[in-house]
């Protein structure tokens, strides 16, 4: 049995690997477009960057090694060109020419390619990409031989990661973006600690705005932006998301929907005997049901097992399952991190959620080092169903992300984070875990117990309820809302008079720094007969929310 | 609605601030015997070692904040001296004499104390125990006072804390401990990497031993261990386990259980209107179904707020979780992590089991600052059922020990551990987390692609079989077992006649340093015909397991 696999990298290597694994006495070649296989593609920032110093730390495996631990016959330099799915052959363009290859099973792990919008100029050869250890080689010369100001375009992970890369190696560094904030995956609350994070780095940001014209010059090409910025460029990285690299297999019979190639639950296209994988690939998300190409390193490479799986022993073999695209970024000193749904999401989808905001400690705060992990987690508040969640601070967000996402992935309701017995010492966390005042929170929403109002909402509020604002003395002049009530949540059980007269029939919403009290405050308000709300997260999520207006909107108590 | 609370830590007070706010109009009384409520337990060790500076910081609250903020009657220096169940009411010892007070609802929330073996001289008032913020404020100020040598008794959790926190201090520590390694919940291989840091901290350990006596001095306490060593101690620290506290309920008819008070499912004890939760209750383990004290402050905790809503919401609350003992304590630079059963609690129960071993990178190999986690997964191959799992490491322990204990409290299968979508980019994980290949460890496993042998059978498996050392040439001159055959794997497919030759007819058990190349190995050997099996966790679990014995049964080939 013969199994070609196109691509070499993630998914592709992963399905040789195991391959051979299950059968000695298959003959399984993997072809490869570029010069490496099996390279860390997520690691390309990180070398640009000059945080991996050694350009071979990214080479994962080579074809010799593979050849002499797995018997592979991994072909570099070798570009599919066609594919008969009839006769079963591939066409292939190999350094000594045009080649054709027969085979049992046919892999397709392509991959995608940086998306090129239509900006006159893109074509200057200071624009570059950042998906290939070529790319990133040549970025890390350009960057040795003195570039000082780089424009990225696009503020998505790669953006992002290529930014940081770029300020850490002294470039005056800028990043434009379409999208309302950095990050477009993220929601805005959690996004906002982004922005502020490298607004602290010196990063600048240019959000809401597109390049419109790339103009090339002598010493430097210039990037003019729609609200009729420029921006001088030495270098400028284009990473406004990827395309899947499909066309000759479309071409070839292949079913695909925007591009993204259709296979089934173990991985098979329409046509026989082939089977694709990873960023090339289209999935079902977990969440919405929405078919789309989730273009992730952790999914393409467990999907690579699976499809050597379902090829080798199809009886047996596991589905591959629903992404939940549980992606993480660093960002200077901060970690933002999200699995399962966003809000863009699950409104396109149409699905009703409620959103939760908690501000916890990722440690016991009488420990040194305690610092907020701000967690959002969207739910149905009618079954309980964990619909997404997302999570930035500077440490432990990743660990309950992972949690959440192994939740999700278990069906386990909102409620149900109350049990989870996680692991607690003071250096690592807190009796009552993050994960499980999430759940608290969503049982007490669920039942009646705490009724939320949303920061997003703020507008309407302010205008139809009396805003009571239960934080001190000391935070209230840090600033708060105009017209809110100002009482200390210690002094509340004594001055509900008060609030009944302010009031005077409108509902009574109430605010603390970040829910905590103010969930207190309310279930004193809601059994003395009041119609309350306690604010989701607070201050903390309704300065995030918020975001540059909060200068506008929130005042000082005279 | 009267509710008294027996305790103000922990248990007790989740519940009463959970009763609250549930009940505005309750009348919440909280008894503690101390002089302080709501303190950081689990904090007192980071004090007494001086990483927590300041003594309020211990004091997580006050009784004074408390009546503010949630309308709590706390009274410390209140120790209840009996209880009348027939008459609700409790006879409690204050600080003005003895007093009665009734009850609608009580809720036992005593603790537990240090077990005090019978040891002559443990009278001493040298030695002290660690449960109180006077235990800690008291064992500071003796350190600061100029003690230079300590004795602790006891390698469990606080044993090890205490242990660590007075070398930090600059005091020469001993550990006593009875059971053959430290920390004795741990299973024997993780609890290797735990010896080998407290011997890199210049901790010196006395295992297998108990105190018989300690020898009273003018300048300081003698320890006389049960092997004759004869140990100088300053200070001594009593921490061989605790026990709950239970006398004075008992004699008052609550049943109890080896001196744990017996709850149902909502912490009910046999007596109407007596509650009991926290270290002084018996839970049913979830993986053994034994009934047992679990003294951990997380259960505590969350079964104090589950209690305030059994009392005040019977028909909707839910019931308390059967714990898995999610436990974890910093030692040095190195994290020590479990959760569910370990093979002593696993054979005690007469539950079969099989253990996988893994040392995966706890980031991408390629970034910098890669460390291992030292991972023991204890699992049933017939369902799958994940039993318990063990973490050291340097880094992200706690994050896969609560993403396993998620998952075991979901009731995945360990084969379902593949698919879960965990955060990946460089800096936090790789592309297949420690979980998902353990995940596909276990799948290999029950499915019969990995057979696996544990280095715990190696005297019989160096007897019965030919052990084929798959590693490079440099890896066995660090070490090797005799008789073993060394074929490097990458040249063990152009071998397998000299396997043959040597094997002469008996099994082949290949090994190489942590069970990847070798379970590749195996693959070629049991697809060629040899009864093979691969070394669970290889050299590394097999150096874990030997512990001292290594360099006595490993040769250096000549």
């Given at each position: 049995m013969r199994i070609v696999i196109v691509g070499g990298v993630a998914g592709g290597m992963s399905c040789a690997a195991r391959a051979r694994r299950l059968d000695e006495s298959a003959e399984i070649i993997v072809l490869e477009r570029?010069?490496?296989?099996?390279?860390?593609n997520c690691g390309l920032p990180y070398y640009v960057g000059g945080?991996?110093?050694?350009?071979?730390?990214?080479?994962?495996?080579?074809p010799e090694k593979l050849a002499e631990s797995l018997n592979l016959d991994v072909r570099p330099l070798h570009e599919v060109t066609a594919l008969d799915s009839q006769a079963r052959e591939v066409t292939v363009q190999t350094p000594r020419g045009e080649e054709t290859l027969s085979y049992d099973a046919l892999v397709l792990s392509p991959g995608a390619t940086a998306f090129r919008p239509?900006?006159?100029?893109?074509?200057?050869?200071r624009v570059h990409t950042l998906r290939t250890v070529e790319d990133a080689v040549a970025l890390r010369d350009i960057v040795e031989k003195g570039a000082t100001r780089a424009v990225v375009l696009g503020a998505g992970f790669i953006g992002i990661e290529a930014a940081e890369a770029l300020h850490n190696q002294g470039l005056q560094t800028s990043i434009v973006e379409l999208?309302?904030?950095?990050?477009?995956?993220?929601?805005d609350e959690p996004a906002w600690t982004v922005t502020q994070e490298l607004r602290r780095l010196g990063i600048e940001l240019h959000t809401?705005?597109?390049?419109?014209t790339i103009i090339p010059g002598d010493t430097h090409d210039t990037v003019k932006l729609s609200d009729g910025i420029q921006l001088a460029a030495d270098l400028i990285i284009l990473a406004v998301g990827v395309r899947p690299e499909t066309q000759i297999f479309e071409d070839a019979g292949v079913n695909t929907e925007r591009g993204a190639i259709l296979v089934d639950?173990?991985?098979?296209?329409?046509?026989?005997?082939v089977w694709a994988v990873g960023d090339a690939t289209a999935s079902v998300d977990s969440i919405t049901g929405i078919k789309r190409?989730?273009?992730?390193?952790g999914p393409a490479n467990r999907a690579g097992r699976l499809v050597a799986d379902a090829i080798?022993?199809?009886?047996?073999a596991r589905a591959l399952p629903q992404p939940l695209a549980t992606a993480i970024v660093r960002v200077g000193k901060v970690t933002a991190a999200m699995t399962g749904a966003n809000r863009a999401a699950l409104e396109g989808a149409g699905i009703r959620f409620t959103t939760l905001h908690l501000h916890p400690n990722?440690?016991?705060?009488?420990?040194?080092g305690a610092t907020q992990v701000h967690l959002t987690v969207h739910i149905n508040?009618?079954?309980?169903?964990?619909l997404g969640t997302q999570a930035v601070g500077e440490e432990g967000v990743d660990k309950r992300v992972d949690v959440l996402a192994t939740a999700i992935r278990a069906g386990?309701?909102?409620?149900?984070?109350?049990d989870l017995d996680l692991s607690y010492s003071p250096p690592y966390g807190?009796?009552?875990d993050a994960v499980n005042l999430a759940g608290m929170v969503g049982a007490n929403v669920m039942d009646g117990t705490l009724k939320l109002w949303d920061a997003r909402d703020l507008e309407e509020t302010m205008n139809d309820a009396l805003i009571v604002d239960v934080r001190t003395e000391v935070e209230v002049h840090s600033g708060m809302l105009s017209g809110a009530l100002h009482i200390p949540h210690t002094e509340l059980r004594g001055r509900l008079d008060e609030v009944t007269a302010t009031a005077d029939g409108r509902p009574v919403r109430v605010m603390c720094a970040s829910g905590v009290r103010s969930a207190i405050a309310h279930r004193v308000l809601a059994q003395a007969g009041f119609d309350s709300a306690s604010l989701s997260g607070g201050m903390l999520t309704l300065r995030a929310v918020l975001g540059d207006r909060a200068q506008d909107i929130l005042v000082i108590p005279s």
């Open positions: 570029g010069a490496y296989v099996s390279f860390a945080e991996i110093t050694d350009r071979d730390a990214l080479l994962v495996q080579t239509s900006i006159p100029g893109l074509d200057s050869p999208a309302s904030h950095v990050l477009p995956p993220l929601d809401g705005v597109v390049a419109e639950a173990h991985g098979r296209t329409n046509l026989p005997g190409p989730v273009a992730l390193a080798l022993r199809p009886e047996t990722q440690h016991a705060g009488y420990f040194p508040t009618e079954d309980g169903r964990i386990l309701t909102i409620d149900e984070l109350i807190q009796a009552k």
